[in-house]
């Protein structure tokens, strides 16, 4: 009874396009015609190919493997690893991240941030001198 389950899409007004071509058309396409509609930063990382360690991560979303962890921030997202999740490391911990159409020809790295917002505290005794006129409860 076990059935293979796939991560569905969030639902839209209208169809995800990119440059005017839908999701699937996306995945279809050759390299040299996706070359064509993405970025430049993006063409240029095609162009001078990827790493070993980053075609054995594609190589995994080709796969379909289940549980994805990388270290590769510098990954770029391609069409066909859209709809999968992805656990990306910011440095300290694995971070869970669906990666949606939105996402495509960015890189993993942006969607897993390695520094936090800060909230700062009020001021210490001694601090500054303000910091005097603050009541001692």
């Known amino acids: 009874m076990a059935k293979k389950t796939q ?14 071509f839908r999701l699937e ?4 396409m050759g ?5 064509a ?7 240029r990382k095609m162009i001078r190919g990827f790493s070993r360690n980053e075609e054995q991560l594609l190589s995994q979303f080709r796969e379909g493997e289940h549980k994805i962890r990388t270290h590769i921030r510098s990954m770029l997202i391609l069409p ?3 709809g999968r999740e992805v656990e990306i490391y910011n440095g300290k911990e694995f ?3 669906e990666i949606q159409p939105e996402a495509v020809f960015h890189y993993l790295g942006e969607f897993a ?16 001198r303000s910091s ?4 001692l409860k």
Not at 7 to 20: I, V
Not at 25 to 28: A, E, I, S, T
Not at 31 to 35: A, C, D, G, Q
């Open 113 to 128: 941030l390695t520094r936090r917002k800060v909230a700062h505290g009020s001021a210490g005794i001694g601090a500054t």
């Open 31 to 35: 390299r040299e015609e996706l070359m």
């Open 25 to 28: 058309d996306l995945r279809n």
């Open 80 to 82: 066909e690893m859209v």
């Open 95 to 97: 971070m869970k991240v």
């Open 7 to 20: 991560k569905r899409l969030p639902r839209r007004r209208e169809e995800f396009t990119y440059h005017g």
């Open 37 to 43: 509609v993405m970025p430049s930063r993006a063409r």
């Open 132 to 135: 005097k006129y603050v009541p």
